[in-house]
């Protein structure tokens, strides 16, 4: 096989496995703050596995970096949680088209934090995004549902908007690898008083769907991302990437039934498209 033809085939794999981790979540009956500490757990478990057989030795960290991985880290247990509260409390597509708006985030925060002036492509992103976001909308009252699932949705997407900005200050000196592991050690810190009591209890069933999430959705997915890098450029990854909440959308209609409106066919199609045409414009 063409190298070029495998690489596109690993990002459109780590947008599958990405999407999927909303199908898993579903899946498990668990709460949200249980099924993140299981995924940090798993995935902290086989990087130290990989380090161990690469003989590996850890960066030493000085004590601003260790304060830089401890934010970040809670950042990406907020991240992840409030994504799978977004899962369980409106379904899979309104989850995951709440956090399709995580660009808008990422650049409004990015010119807060860097003092970066908004791009015409920017503000345009923006305005999609929002117009995207009123369409999804199912009904403009707190009383429902999905309209609850989106707004958890959206605030994933505000969390891992500085999670994104906090990042491009912490990864700039230690490889994602091993900033990985040590985001995952204060994240179970973090998750441990929340999840504790549950953690026992945990049945075998949601086990193995936890275990899908932590190897699949993240360890597996964030090898075959870097990985394709060696090949393709970061634009066409991350508009590849952006294709997430279509193949969770399709999963979620054939697994649960989840049959889109119309409305919100249109709304995601405006997110996905804006954030696409934005990609091609960087």
């Known amino acids: 096989m063409e190298k070029r033809t495998l690489a596109l085939l690993k990002v459109h794999g780590t947008a599958v496995l990405f999407g999927a981790s909303g199908i898993f979540g579903a899946l ?7 099924i993140v ?15 161990l057989w690469k003989k590996q030795p850890l960066v030493k960290l000085n004590l601003q970096q260790v304060t830089q991985l401890a934010f970040s880290a ?38 807060l934090f860097f003092r ?3 791009r015409f492509r920017e503000v345009v992103l923006l305005i999609a995004i929002t117009v ?18 989106l707004l958890w949705g959206v605030l ?19 490889s994602g690898v091993q900033a990985s592991w040590w985001q995952y050690i204060f994240a179970t810190l ?11 209890s945990v049945s075998a069933q949601d086990w193995f769907w936890i275990f899908c999430i932590g190897f699949l959705c993240t360890t597996l997915a964030y090898t075959l991302f870097i990985s394709s890098l060696d090949t393709i450029n970061a634009r066409t990854a991350s508009m ?25 066919i249109i709304g995601g199609a405006i997110i996905l498209l804006s954030v696409a045409w934005a990609n091609l414009k960087k």
């Open 37 to 51: 500490l299981g995924r940090v757990v798993i995935a902290f478990a086989i990087i130290s596995l990989y380090f």
């Open 74 to 111: 809670g950042l990406l247990s907020a991240h992840w949680v409030t994504f799978f509260v977004a899962v369980k409390v409106g379904g899979v597509a309104v989850a995951t088209l709440g956090f399709a708006s995580f660009p808008a985030f990422v650049a409004l925060f990015e010119s």
């Open 156 to 174: 994933s997407a505000l969390v891992y908007g500085i999670l994104a900005v906090a990042n491009r200050r912490t990864m700039s000196k230690i």
């Open 132 to 149: 995207g976001l009123i369409l999804v909308t199912p009904e403009f009252t707190f009383g429902n549902q999905a309209t609850q699932g």
């Open 240 to 264: 590849i990437i952006s294709l997430e909440p279509v193949y969770a959308i399709v999963i979620a209609w054939l697994c649960f039934g989840e049959v889109p409106t119309l409305k919100m």
């Open 28 to 34: 498990i009956q668990s709460s949200a703050e249980t």
């Open 116 to 118: 970066e002036k908004l």
């Open 190 to 200: 973090f998750l441990l008083p929340f999840s504790i009591t549950e953690f026992p």
